[in-house]
């Protein structure tokens, strides 16, 4: 069993950064992939950003490339995502997530989710 919570999100303007956190607990980060989605109102959950469990490679939804950035300290057993440049329709509630394979990460194959940590961007 492995817990997740979110933190760090919160209100910024456009054009501004956040970084949030993910602190896992019950089993080490190394063990999965990791990553986080989100989730706007009235839309559907969708991937943001996400490092293996193999070799950490990431990746990135189009939407978010080259201004979000996924990390992850197994050490600390935290990921965060480092998020730059936010614009108003980044605006949603982000989930952290693992799988404990690199198989299909998506949100219907997710084996653990935090409950997530609002990020709103104004215009």
């Known amino acids: 069993q492995v817990q997740l919570v979110e933190s760090g999100g919160g209100l910024v303007q456009a054009g501004g950064s956040l970084r949030l956190s993910c602190a896992a607990s019950g089993r080490t980060l190394s063990s999965y992939a990791m990553g986080w989605f989100r989730q706007a109102p009235g839309k559907e959950r969708e991937f943001v950003a996400h490092?293996?469990?193999?070799?950490?490679?990431?990746y990135y939804a189009d939407s978010v490339k080259g201004r979000f950035f996924i990390y992850r300290d197994n050490a600390k057993n935290t990921v965060s995502l480092q998020m730059n440049s936010l614009k108003p329709e980044d605006t949603a509630v982000y989930y952290c997530a693992s799988k404990s394979s690199d198989y299909e990460f998506k949100a219907d194959a997710m084996d653990y989710w935090g409950k997530g940590t609002l990020v709103t961007v104004s215009s």
């Open positions: 490092s293996r469990r193999s070799d950490g490679r990431t």
